[in-house]
């Protein structure tokens, strides 16, 4: 897990810019973008006749991908045609420094009823490892609970059941940001685990639903009707034709802890078994959708 250092208050620091020039010698025309205040930014470059972009901080280079001027991998293209989600259009497509041949990660946009989101694909050993979308950009995992702003800190320190295990900044394609913290509890004599989403602000947009999960999770949802916002934004989502989610708590659900509400929601497809995660707050409201694309 990542171990982030505080930097000189800089626009952007020395130690950064070394990072970058140490796997990139014949890096050129860098631009910054800070996603983490002082810690870590995103970097585009030339190399050549390549462009890239990576995450770095003072001490590593996090990820780097390059972009190619292939639209996307006709492997990958083959797929997704016989998906539920095929009709969309890529663009942007990226493959990761590092991969060996014929190995392949790639990250692309890919524009689906208007909505542009971040697809990432996985192919190793000959075969499909991994491919979904969603609206998240990057992922930074650290474990210094305090780069969480105080009210969120605030929040889990007033349960002294909770432990901390792990912070995750989740940066959006239009580069808002959420932190999605791991703690674990004691559940009967059980080590369990829980996420909370947290705005960049530190305001509770959503938690998972390991508090108040039933053990049969064959039974019907806890709840007899869904918020009117939540039912206006399934029924009013293209994508979601043709899905179903069917009304057992292991597709449906609301968590419920200290007072807070909040739902988790599957839609999978019946005939390719391709699906969608769909979280929302106490009012119904979307927070997180994350839509997954079946594979044989």
Same mark, same amino acid.
């Given at each position: ?41 995103? *970097? ?11 995450? %770095? ?11 190619? %001027? ?5 492997? =990958?293209?083959? =797929? ?19 991969? *060996? ?29 991994? %491919?979904?979308?969603? +609206?998240?950009l990057y992922w930074i995992l650290y474990s210094d609970m305090g780069l969480l702003p105080q009210k969120a ?14 912070? +995750? ?80 708590? %292991? =597709?449906?659900?609301?968590? +419920?802890?200290?007072? +807070? ?24 409201? *979307? ?10």
């Open positions: 897990m990542n171990h982030l250092e505080p930097l000189e208050p800089e626009p952007v620091p020395s130690k950064v810019i070394a990072q970058v020039k140490q796997w990139y010698p014949n890096a050129e025309n860098l631009v910054f973008k800070p996603l983490l205040e002082k810690l870590v930014w995103e *970097v585009k470059f030339d190399e050549g006749a390549f462009k890239h972009s990576s995450l %770095a901080d003072s001490t590593k280079i996090w990820e780097t991908y390059r972009f190619s %001027a292939e639209s996307a991998p006709p492997k =990958m293209l083959a =797929m997704v045609e016989k998906s539920a989600f095929k009709g969309g259009t890529f663009s942007a497509n990226r493959d990761m420094i590092g991969t *060996v041949a014929p190995d392949e990660r790639n990250r692309l946009i890919y524009n689906l009823h208007g909505t542009d989101y971040v697809f990432n694909w996985v192919f190793v050993d000959n075969r499909v490892a991994g %491919a979904a979308f969603e +609206e998240t800190q605030a929040f889990i320190h007033a349960d002294p059941l909770l432990k901390f295990e792990s912070l +995750e900044l989740k940066v959006e394609l239009d580069f808002k940001k959420y932190y999605n913290v791991l703690v674990s509890f004691d559940q009967a004599g059980v080590k369990t685990y829980a996420n909370f989403i947290f705005s960049e602000g530190g305001d509770l947009k959503w938690f998972s639903r390991a508090f108040n999960e039933p053990q049969d999770l064959t039974g019907p949802p806890n709840y007899d009707k869904l918020p009117d916002a939540m039912q206006q934004y399934l029924d009013a989502s293209p994508e979601l034709a043709g899905f179903s989610s069917q009304p057992i708590a %292991a =597709m449906q659900w609301m968590s +419920e802890y200290r007072g +807070e509400k909040c739902y988790w929601i599957r839609y999978l497809n019946n005939t390719t078994f391709d699906f969608c995660d769909l979280q929302f707050d106490k009012d119904g409201n *979307v927070v997180g959708k994350s839509y997954f694309i079946y594979f044989q």
